[in-house]
């Protein structure tokens, strides 16, 4: 079976410091991985998505990069934190069987 | 105005009653609905797809209408483990845009 995993689960980061939050997907080949943002209060925001190896596309203007060294590793990326960076990030991997999307247990982010 | 738009509640039901929400999505080339559903502090869970004849999954039931571009989700009996934020999801183009959710509180 599939099953996604990404960590760090929390974490509390000052201004201007990088960031890295890595995602891995096991049990399924070239799959559509997705990194999302929820704000305290707020829905979920797609930021980047890939549809296979170095192939990554950004939904909006930000801070932040996104990378994909493996098939089933997804990666984001800042050089350097704002205070509105903070939220919590979530990696998923669509079933092209279905058009469902699973979710990792998430990575909550506080820029200080 | 947004891809999809719910009403962000809260709902506060009592035990045992039956509750609906809706959802509206901008996009008629939209092709596949989901409803999910998002614990405080974790991360959102498929709680059923939409199909367009309507589907139901025990107390759940949820409805597709394409011509006034609305889906819905019916909550019959409800328990106090349904309190949760449930959210609306649409596909556009192999995304998934997702409501802001709509928060129900069931009480004692």
């Known amino acids: 079976s599939q099953t996604i995993h990404q960590w760090p689960a929390t974490l509390v980061q000052p201004v201007g410091s990088p960031l890295s939050l890595e995602c891995t997907v096991e049990?399924?080949?070239?799959?559509?991985l997705y990194w999302y943002r929820q704000a305290a209060g707020r829905g979920l925001q797609l930021l980047f998505y890939s549809i296979g190896i170095d192939q990554i596309s950004s939904e909006v203007p930000q801070n932040l990069s996104a990378s994909r060294p493996q098939d089933r590793q997804f990666i984001l990326s800042s050089k350097k934190l704002l205070l509105s960076d903070s939220g919590f990030y979530l990696c998923?991997?669509?079933?092209?069987?279905?058009?469902?999307?699973?979710f990792g247990e998430g990575s909550r982010l506080t820029v200080l | 105005r947004k891809e999809v738009e719910q009403d962000p509640g809260p709902f506060n039901v009592p035990e045992g009653a039956t509750v609906a929400f809706n959802c509206t999505y901008s996009?008629?080339?939209?092709?596949?609905f989901f409803w999910y559903r998002q614990d405080c502090r974790k991360e959102p869970k498929l709680l059923m797809s939409?199909?367009?004849s309507g589907n139901e999954d025990g107390r759940f039931t949820a409805q597709l209408n394409r011509a006034s571009q609305y889906i819905s989700l019916l909550i019959r009996d409800s328990k106090l483990s349904d309190s949760a934020t449930y959210l609306c999801v649409v596909n556009k183009e192999d995304k998934l845009v997702f409501g802001a959710g709509t928060i129900l509180r069931v009480k004692s």
């Open positions: 939409v199909y367009s």
């Open positions: 996009n008629s080339a939209s092709q596949s």
């Open positions: 998923a991997w669509m079933s092209r069987n279905t058009g469902e999307l699973f």
């Open positions: 049990g399924t080949s070239n799959p559509n």
